[in-house]
Every structure is written in structure tokens, then in C-alpha cells.
């Protein structure tokens, strides 16, 4: 059968489809990020990518409901998971009785949202995400371990200069309320939000767009404009003459998160309170996280999160308040390969290149096998080419050794090993060539 | 608000959702089938579940098309992938003069097939691919590599005794040619594929179902009954009396294969030539495969594949030959653990669980983060909680020590270690803590 013209092979627009060096990057990302998760004894946690309609959309509003995948199978209504949080929210609502509580799981997967096309926003992409839920009650500690798992998981990325910043959501809302303002909190918050991306001026301007008086929004902005070290910044919250019970609340909550965030063993360099920080996501209520890579603020947030009252107010009457954090890994990837701030250098998980330069392919077959055996990952090349193929190969995947096997070694009892970089080659026994490429591994780790 | 009582917490029929210690398990023979793939040097490859409808219809036949969950977003016509191959043949049309043949890759990732609802078939579950693609050739020592590749995968996962059942689909499909009956053959191949499960006199009453005279049955029920260790039916087979150049073509490669199987270092007990293997599928044209569990049968082919001569002929005009298989993770793991083959026994990644007796949380959070530090997996119990309930808690979720870290021990320097299996406690230093729980992590590995 010909070839049907008509069918376009790209990806859809909005789908990233990687070449295997950046896949393999890709992959690395991940892996590292599930090993912190699993540091920390966060259970491992999947969910189907297909839900009912009508669980994914029990909260949803606006937006939401416009990008979801939804469709009609039999008697069905069925929609693709937009996030990992609302499945969630429906297994332990569900699995209740099976599970331990405090529950700490992650889950790693894609989510899919039907968003206008444009550069770096994806329709189908990962999240990572770990949450606390406790059932009833959760002590304000978790709130402090979880900039400790963020700290964790990008220093292991390689990361070392990244700021957590840290807000708690009672402190705003108190302030808004002693300021009279408690039913504007959601549209106040969203405009905060953005001061970082428009400025302190633009805000005002929203803010008086939303009908607030000139002195509220004077003691708002120069609320969130407290600055100055950990220390500094609660003790300038604890003097502030707001006498809301919420607000102390939260006063209280941030100090004793900020003491306990410095036992967990995260440096005062990487988080950094900041009263201007508020997610708008409406059903934040304590603790607010933003993570900000210091060289790369453009960027944005490359873990955001927090702390919630109620987990799953939609399918159980149970209280199930918790804390967590989101890695958008697809974009994050995006956004530090386009930007050059990470770079594959290999197109294969092979280390060695069994190249047989003899009739009889049990010697190379064999050392093959011996090699995987050690834990090396090892092809043949079967093929018949010439040496100039091979080398071009080897050369486009990465590749950083070939082991020739030929009549003349064998009889030898020897093979000859290739270094690609330093282009010597040697002959070496079994045990030589098992330690070479080891220690060419563990270098490159 | 108040729950919504009318909304169900099911995840959906046919979709499988784990409780923490199956999911730990599942996970584990996933790790492993990667770790074995990337050991012959397979690139990890990704793409959308998403795809354009036409690409993945594009050959798809009536139970595909009927299977399919497709839906229209916007202009654009959808489908969930229902393989990894569809896919694969897509990406590598597209993405062509990126890739270095042969192209060795590996997928694990979940397809969609909206089956009838019943029990051990899944609508949304995971495969787990390789295949080696040649760019117009492809030698047939790589339709050895695949037998070696799944019995290095199955012996990891835990298995000693399983069968991988190899065939050439040439032999059959000259056999026919002789007999007069190419044109039937893929009815008569479908057929004989049942013939395990039903029996050889209900594939007799197919075949006479089918037009075939008693003389031609006789002759394809002798052949696909020829037995005995692979040497014996090679000699056999090419004893026999039909000159036909398909069928020596297919005698010859069979030969071929089963000398480097062993080559590559697979026992003779863990493979069999089996002429009655077929694979239905009509794309396979040389080498195809099964794996059965020995002791498990009833269980079916647990890994299948094959050789095919033209992956990608409906999207690009380049041959492209190849060979590879398929491991059905869901099916096989709910196959596996109903029938209690394996079980899992831990609920969580924590090897230790700190717990503190002591007001200042500093001493046991700094334990947590020095524990991390040292490659083990920790958390803290920072809930209000009497000792009866974190026992209950290390217990139902399998965690193997708590490390008490009370004034006492702390103003001594030490720890108090609970070994939960032993019930054994004593006190230990942070380098004793670390030596323990290392070693017991090992012999549960």
C-alpha cells in the first residue's frame, strides 16, 4: 500500500514529543524528582486518566469547564483528568477506610487542558505533585516540610540559587477583613498576585477599579511591602496594630512555620517570607509556597502550593484538611531547554558498543550478555558496515565506548576498547573493560 | 457546602486503580522492565496519548474503530492512542532524519480500548514496548536479541520458569502457498492460533468450516504437531518434502535464530520452537513469539511479538522492517496478584519513621534530614498521638523501624531504634541507625 499523503506525522499543537536526547533528559528530571518524593515516604499514587464528567466538573467553574477533554462513550460522559488534585480528592474520599492517615502520596502524570495555542503552554502535559492529608486535623509542622521537599528536590535537579517564597493566606484574609474588605478577598488576591509581573502602579489601579478607597489600598501596599530577612519580617507582623483574630492567627502560623522550615535543614538563602504572595486559587487557607529560580525569574513559579481546609468537600462529609505542592514538569522542562539552562548529552541509555569484527558472532554475542550481567548497558551491532558508519553511530547517540571483538583479540583471550572522547583505543581483558567503562559511568553521573 | 451524595468516588469499570501497597508493587515490575530494557540499550520514547483520529485509523480495522475513544476539541478530530506502535510508526515517519538506525526503542505508557466490560480486560492499561527498526534492512540476529531480551526481563521480575514459544510465520504462510491456500491463510492462521486453548478437533471443524479438504487439514495438523527440543524440529522441518522458497526461507531463519538464542546466553529450557504459534495479527511476517508461564498457563501469553516487514507504510513511502514485542503490564499484573503469584508487602517507601518524644522538634527533624542525606527513606510523625496509634500506622503501612528520639536519648547523643518485625529496641548512635537500617533494606531488596 502507498503512502497516504494526506496524513500530517506532527504531534498536535499543545503535544511535546521530544527526540530521544531530550526525552532522556526529560526522564532524568522526573526520575529525580520521584527519588525526593520517595525521600521523604510520599506513597506513589495513579489514578485513571479517564474520569466521569461529573467528578472532575463537581467544582470546576469557568475556565476550566471550557478546556476540558470531554466526550461521550456509550452511556457514558467521560472527561480526561485536568489535574492530579480532584482525582485525588475522589480516592481518598472513596478508599477512605483502606488508607493511613496523615495519607502522604505523590503522584507523577499527565494532565490535559484544552488551552489556546501558544509557545510554552502544553494541552497535554506532567505534573508532580505531593500532598499531606490529614483526617480531621494536621498539625501545622507539614506546612515547614514541604519548602524542605522543594529545597530537596531542586538541589538534586542541580539547582543550588532558587527562592522559596512563603506566604499564609489567614493573614491576608485577616487583614482584609479587619480592613472591611472580607467579601472583595478573592478579587483583591488575584490583583496581588500579579505585582511581581505589573508592578506596584498597576495594582493600585485595579485595586481602585474595584471600588477600594485610597487609604485601604495604601495600607495594603504597604503592607505587602515589608521586607527584610525571616526574622525582621515576623517581628514587623507581630508589631503591626491589626487586632483580627485571623490575622494573628496566621502571624503565629508563619513564625512557627519559618522556625521549623530552619530545622528541616533548608538555608536561610533559599526561602524568604513575602506578604505579597497570595495563588489565587480560592481554596488556599494557610500556607502559600511559590518557587522562583533566582537566575531565570522569568521563568515563574516552578513549584507552587499550599495549604487547604478541606480536600474533598464534593464527595465526603469527612474534614480532610492537607498541604502540597505542584512540579508543572512539562513546562519546566520547556522552559529550561528553550532557555538553555539544562542540555542532554546522550541519545541512548547504551554504554558499550559491541562491534564483532568476526564471522562468528558468539564472542561478541557473549561479551554482550557478560556485560549486561554487570549491570552495563551494552547493544550489538549486528549489521553489516563499514568501521565510518559505526563510528558516526556511536557519535550521534553518545555512545562513549565500542568494544571490538575480533579474531585476532579472541584468540587473545582480549577485546579492544574504544574511548570515543579520547578516541584511544587499548586492549584490555573482560575485568579491564568492565572497570574502564564503570568508572567512565560513574563520572558522568 | 455539603457533599454531593449523587456523585460516585468508583474510579470507572474497566479502569484499574491501586490502593498504596499494589501500587508500590505495580510500580517495582514496571522499574524493572525499564531497567532491563535500557540494559540492551533501548531509547525511552514518549508520545501523546492524544493523536489526530485519521493517523490512528489509518489502517485500523472494525474492532479498533469500534474500541477507539475518539472525540471532536474545536476543528480537530481525536483519538486516544489504542497502542504504541501506531504511534511509533507516526513518529518515526516524522521525525526520520533525527534518528540513527537501527532505531532501538522503548515505550511504557497507557493506551485506551473501550472493550466490553469484563473481568481482567482493562480500557485504559499499560504496555510496555520495544522494537528495533531498520532503515530498509534489518539483519535477522535481532529476531534473537528479542528472546533474550524477554528472558532477561521475566528472569528479573522474579520468574524462573516460563517458555518463551517462537515460530516463523514464512514457514506457515509457504506451507499454505504450497498446499494451494495463500489466500486463505489468514483465516486458517486465526484459526490455528486457538488451537492451545480449544483444542485440535474444534480448529479441525474451523478449518473444514472453511472449505479446506480432509488432505490439506491432515497435512497442517501433522505439520503444526511436529515436537521435540528445537534441534530435532529444525531437522524435521527440514526434512520435509515441500519445496517452496517462503517456506525454506522461513526453516532457514528459524534455524538461524535458535543458534544465536543461544549465543545470547538463553537456557534451552526457557525456549521452544512451537510451529502452531501464529500471531493473528496480520502485519507479522517472519520471527513471532509468546511467553507462557509454566506453572501458570491459564495466565496466556504474558509477552508476544514479532517481525514485521513495513512499520510505518501508511504515513511514509521509506521501508522500515522490524521486530518486537509487547508485555500487557495491567492484564499481566492483575493476572499475577488474583491469582496471588505475587503479593506486596509495604505500603510506603519509608524505611524509618522518626518520632519524636520530646516538646522541641529540632533534635528529630534534623535526625530526618541527616537519615535523607544518607540515601534512606524517612519521615516524621509529627501528629499528637499516643504509641499505640504509630504503631498501628508503621504497621499497616509496612515501615520496617521507628527511631524514638526523646530527651533522654538526645541529651545522651543517641537513639532509641525499634526494629517493628524483631520487636527488638535499643539504643544506638546515628552511624549504628544508619548501618541497621541499611542492611535490613538490603536483604528486603
Redesign the interface.
Request: proline share 5%.
Given at each position: 500500500?502507498?503512502?497516504?499523503t494526506?496524513?500530517?506525522?506532527?504531534?498536535?499543537a499543545g503535544?511535546?514529543?521530544?527526540?530521544?536526547a531530550d526525552?532522556?533528559l526529560?526522564?532524568q528530571l522526573r526520575d529525580s524528582i520521584r527519588q525526593s518524593y520517595?525521600?521523604?515516604?510520599?506513597?506513589?499514587?495513579?489514578?485513571?486518566?479517564?474520569?466521569?464528567s461529573?467528578?472532575l466538573l463537581?467544582k470546576a467553574g469557568g475556565e476550566t469547564e471550557k478546556q476540558i477533554?470531554?466526550?461521550?462513550?456509550?452511556d457514558?460522559d467521560?472527561s480526561l483528568r485536568f489535574d492530579l488534585t480532584v482525582p485525588l480528592a475522589?480516592?481518598v474520599?472513596?478508599?477512605m477506610n483502606?488508607?493511613?492517615f496523615?495519607f502522604?502520596?505523590y503522584a507523577i502524570g499527565?494532565v490535559?487542558r484544552?488551552e489556546r495555542n501558544q509557545a510554552g503552554r502544553f494541552?497535554?502535559f506532567y505534573q508532580c505533585d505531593i500532598d499531606i492529608i490529614?483526617n480531621e486535623?494536621?498539625?501545622v509542622?507539614?506546612d515547614a516540610?514541604i519548602p524542605?521537599i522543594i529545597y530537596?528536590t531542586f538541589k538534586q535537579l542541580g539547582f543550588d540559587q532558587f527562592t522559596i517564597r512563603i506566604n499564609n493566606r489567614k493573614i491576608l484574609n485577616g487583614l482584609f477583613d479587619w480592613l472591611g474588605l472580607a467579601a472583595q478577598a478573592g478579587d483583591i488576591l488575584r490583583e496581588i498576585d500579579k505585582i511581581d509581573k505589573i508592578g506596584a502602579e498597576k495594582v493600585r489601579e485595579s485595586l481602585t477599579a474595584l471600588g477600594l478607597a485610597d487609604s485601604a489600598i495604601d495600607r495594603i501596599l504597604q503592607f505587602i511591602n515589608i521586607k527584610g530577612d525571616n526574622e525582621t519580617v515576623i517581628a514587623q507582623l507581630q508589631e503591626l496594630d491589626i487586632d483580627h483574630p485571623q490575622f494573628k492567627t496566621g502571624v503565629d502560623e508563619l513564625a512557627e512555620v519559618t522556625k521549623?522550615i530552619i530545622?528541616?535543614?533548608v538555608p536561610t538563602t533559599n526561602f524568604k517570607l513575602d506578604l505579597s504572595i497570595a495563588r489565587g486559587l480560592d481554596y488556599y487557607t494557610g500556607t502559600v509556597y511559590e518557587t522562583i529560580l533566582d537566575q531565570h525569574p522569568g521563568v515563574g513559579s516552578v513549584c507552587s502550593g499550599g495549604r487547604y481546609d478541606n480536600l474533598a468537600?464534593?464527595?465526603?462529609?469527612r474534614k480532610l484538611p492537607g498541604v502540597g505542592i505542584s512540579i508543572g514538569l512539562t513546562r519546566l522542562f520547556y522552559k529550561l531547554t528553550t532557555e538553555n539552562i539544562i542540555k542532554s548529552d546522550t541519545?541512548?541509555?547504551?554504554r558499550v558498543?559491541v562491534y564483532p569484527m568476526m564471522e562468528d558472532?558468539?564472542p561478541p554475542?557473549?561479551l554482550?550478555?557478560k556485560l549486561?550481567e554487570h549491570?552495563i548497558?551494552?547493544?550489538?551491532y549486528?549489521?553489516?558496515a563499514k568501521m565510518k558508519k559505526i563510528f558516526n553511530?556511536v557519535e550521534?547517540?553518545g555512545i562513549p565506548f565500542i568494544a571490538i571483538v575480533g579474531e585476532d583479540e579472541f584468540k587473545e583471550g582480549n577485546y579492544s576498547l574504544k574511548d570515543i572522547r579520547s578516541r584511544e583505543q587499548k586492549k584490555v581483558t573482560f575485568d579491564q573493560l568492565v572497570a574502564d567503562v564503570s568508572a567512565q559511568c560513574k563520572r558522568t553521573m
Open positions: 500500500m502507498a503512502k497516504n494526506n496524513i500530517s506525522t506532527k504531534a498536535l503535544f511535546m514529543e521530544l527526540l530521544p526525552q532522556i526529560f526522564n520517595e525521600r521523604y515516604g510520599f506513597i506513589p499514587l495513579e489514578t485513571p486518566i479517564i474520569e466521569r461529573e467528578v463537581a477533554y470531554r466526550f461521550q462513550k456509550g457514558n467521560l475522589r480516592y474520599s472513596e478508599h483502606d488508607l493511613t496523615p502522604r502520596r499527565k490535559f484544552g494541552r497535554e490529614g486535623k494536621l498539625a509542622v507539614n516540610e524542605s530537596t521549623y530545622y528541616f535543614g468537600e464534593y464527595y465526603t462529609d541519545a541512548t541509555p547504551t558498543l558472532l558468539k554475542l557473549e554482550a550478555a549486561r549491570g548497558n551494552t547493544e550489538v549486528t549489521e553489516k553511530y550521534k547517540l
